[in-house]
């Protein structure tokens, strides 16, 4: 939780970029990272250093040791954040970030603490070309988790050690107390069973719960990647994609998160003993071990043949959930069309087909792999027959115990068993090979950042100037622009009329670099946007649509959605401004009323004000209004005047 008063990590942040040479403000920061506090936690800072471009690493050092760690840093000191450098002569100050203040550098500031946080911050220097999207991209998630997988590893070894002394344990009792009649043996044997009894469910329970926390907390950070990237991409991936297919395609996320931090993760760990269960079989009985290992040649004969079967009916089982689930969204999104044109059934029957085609694909996908799920049973059977028979063969033959038979029964389960369950991983990973090329449409795409410059200024002045403008949406669609220019001088309010397509729309998009001409160039400023960092641009300009998204929240969250941590009064103000102030009293909790999904509770004008408020309450350097007036009325047509006073 924020602390309510400013730490002055922001402040810090922004000296360090400074002294990169990098210019950025507290409000970008803010912005970027969707902060509503100027009170940055440790897990905010870090990220909005990220989003800025550099490494970060919080630790904890010694204060003897201050003198040794990388400068400039982050140091929390008296709760709240200062710059740790060095001053012209090389000697240790503080610097308090928001006057710029310093301060020689003496460990009596500590108050006798013995260690202090830092956060070290640097440049990345060096630039790796992005990698396809594989399962590589999730090693660094996992990697950071290395410590609780090492207490994971340490408690499944401790279970595993269990497992395998238990066998051991019935060999005794079978071989020493029924055929040497040892009474003596029996109750030792018999307490060790018990106390082995009650300390594996213990020990995997702990080993469980760690699992499960680790796992959430790798799924928690690589769905935050995902997001994060799918926000950064390019508008126009949106709109050539279809939603149904990109929810889609991010669901198939999950599948692989499950497959890479759930069971497999857990069966890796029991591979690794599988070895040394392989070494104590073969100190029972060559023979019998050496069948037991021909029989797992045969599984991986199997997957091999199976696999690409079972992965090819996979992928076509995908495709039609993926058609379906387009189909809905595209239902439920156009349901007022629907109705008004009495279309009902049609919808239904297309669906209908849509969704039999589902079911006859997973119907093929499951007997498919209850065909390979059937034969490797049949082969773990067959085996275990075989085993039994040779057993009990090598008993009569003196070689082994009856004993030490069903030890080797009982340990050759925990190498058996592992291979069953590496059956069904192994039908997985083919889901998952199709979730990895599916969720790479995604990761793969480039998003903004990685096509634009990164020059900004701070401010804009509005001299805006399109030159020999040429845009189609796809290269086999006609042009929407043909060699259009245009200049708009600072201060103007101006409009542009036309036709249904002709470009108005496409026009403001190309100035917020929503869209990239084919030819051309947008200035603003005499800065070409083609080197502009876009997000910057964009937070200095507001637009209102014609439907301007609202989303599930009050009328305040909607209102102050780009702008955080604006106040009530600011609210107020741009209500008011927009003449939304009156109708938003009248409402129940006025500006806490809750919207639903789309703000569909209100009226078409009564969201355009909303919008519009939204858009003034960052008092902008450009106002853009796509027919953001053609919901209002002729008496709130005052809005307009409003508007242009703004």
Known sequence: ????????????????????????????????????????????????AHVLGYETELISVEVQELANIPLPALIYVHERWFIFSRDNHEKLIFIAPETNEHTQYNEDIFNDKTDVTILLIKEQFEIIPKKKFGLEWFIPSIFRQRHSLKNIFLLAAIVQLFALISPLLFQNIIDKV????????????????????????????????????TSMQISAELSGKLYRHLMALPLNYFKIRPTGKIIARIREMTHIRQFLTGSTLMLFIDLLFVILFIAFLFSYSALMTWILLGSLVIFFILWMILGPIIRQQTEKSYSADENGLTFLTETISGIETIKTTATEKYFYQRWQKLFSKQLIQSFKV??????????????????????????????????????????????????????????????????????????????????????????????????????????????????????????????????????????KSTLTKLLQRLYVPQHGQVIVDGMDLAVTDTVALRRKMSV????????????????????????????????KLAGAYDFIMTLPDNFNYPLSERGLNLSGGQRQRIALARALINQPDILILDEATSALDYESQDVQTLINDF
């Open 544 to 575: 209102v649509l014609q439907e301007s998204m609202l989303f599930v929240g009050t009328i305040a969250q909607n209102i102050r959605l780009s702008k955080p941590q604006a106040s009530d009064d600011e609210i107020i103000q741009a209500a």
């Open 178 to 213: 029924l055929v040497g009649r040892s009474l003596n043996s029996l109750h030792v044997l018999a307490i060790a069973i018990i106390g082995i009894a009650l300390a594996e469910p213990i020990y995997s329970f702990i080993r469980n719960k760690i699992f499960s926390y």
């Open 366 to 503: 499951s007997m498919r792999s209850e065909v390979a799920s059937q034969l490797m049973t049949l082969v773990s059977k067959i085996t275990t027959a075989i085993l039994l028979w040779v057993g009990i063969k090598e008993v009569m033959n003196g070689v082994i115990s009856p004993g030490e038979l069903v030890a080797y029964n009982m340990l050759s389960a925990h190498v058996t068993q592992p291979v069953l369950r590496l059956a069904q991983i192994w039908q997985d990973f083919q889901h998952t090979i199709i979730s990895l090329r599916r969720v790479g449409d995604i990761l793969d795409e480039p998003i903004e950042n990685e096509r634009n410059g990164i020059a900004s200024s701070a401010s804009i002045q509005g001299n805006i100037h399109f030159q020999n403008i040429r845009f189609r949406y796809q290269p086999e669609t006609p042009e929407v622009l043909n060699n259009l220019s245009l200049e708009v001088k600072a201060g103007e309010f101006i409009g542009v009329t036309g036709p249904s397509g002709s470009g």
């Open 1 to 48: 939780m924020n602390s309510p008063e400013n730490n002055y990590g922001l402040d810090g942040l922004v000296w360090i970029a400074n002294h990169y040479q990098k210019s950025v403000t507290k409000d970008q920061i803010m912005h970027s990272i969707g902060m509503q506090s100027i009170s940055p936690t440790q897990w905010e800072l870090r990220e909005a």
